[in-house]
């Protein structure tokens, strides 16, 4: 095991012992915090398609959000295991639960790819200014947005998760804009796409 390698499994341990440590009150604060954020961000109508997940392991919970966009006739989905990708089902409030592989959440459903997506809201362990983004490691998101123009990448995150810089492999998905319970900025030219973004501003 190289010394990088060593080095990002400690930083993960650290900063997802850090989100898990925030109490209940202070999670659904957060949650609620952007929600807000991403809801008065968002045009109404579009993005019509957006991807998200079911918060686990301390991470920043869209549900809050989700549920706003649902009422808006947005279309959510979430993510299913499928060999060593991810596919998308559609979310709905009374949706059906199952537990993979793993012991996480996932709906049942008709599964589509994340090129049916407008926007996806991704899951970090930690990020960077320009688009870096620091996963659990599984790889998943990398494999399931590889060489592809869309959906829009925008993490979702606690502001204790920002680094000033993080350690990027070549395979790792770039994101185009972070949001947080402060503030959601956007980095047009991390991935020189030519992706129009169906938010303002941030």
């Not at 991807?51 to 809050?64: L, Q, R, S, T």
């Not at 706003?68 to 991810?86: F, I, K, M």
């Not at 790792?172 to 959601?184: I, Q, S, Y």
Request: hydrophobic fraction near 40%; charged fraction near 25%; proline fraction near 6%.
């Amino acid at each position: 095991m190289s010394d990088s390698t060593v080095a990002l499994s400690s930083e993960r341990a650290v900063l997802r012992a850090a989100r898990r440590a925030l109490p209940t009150w202070q999670q659904q604060r957060h949650a609620q915090r952007l929600a807000h954020y991403l809801t008065r961000r968002l045009r109404r109508g579009s993005p019509r398609h957006i991807g998200a997940y079911a918060a686990a392991d301390g991470e920043i919970d869209p549900a809050p959000f989700l549920r706003r966009a649902h009422r808006r006739g947005q279309r959510c989905y979430l993510p299913v295991l499928a060999a060593d990708a991810l596919r998308f089902v559609r979310w709905r409030p009374r949706s059906r639960w199952r537990l993979n592989r793993f012991g996480l959440r996932e709906p049942r459903g008709r599964r589509y790819s994340a090129r049916r997506l407008d926007l996806i809201l991704v899951p970090l362990v930690a990020f960077a200014k320009g688009g870096g983004r620091l996963g659990r490691g599984g790889g998943f998101y990398d494999r399931s947005l590889a060489a592809a123009s869309r959906p829009l990448r925008l993490g979702l995150a606690h502001q204790l998760q920002e680094r000033v810089a993080l350690l990027r492999q070549p395979w790792d998905a770039v994101l185009d804009g972070v949001a947080t319970e402060r503030r959601l900025r956007w980095w047009p030219l991390a991935r020189l796409s030519g992706n129009t973004r169906p938010m303002t501003g941030g």
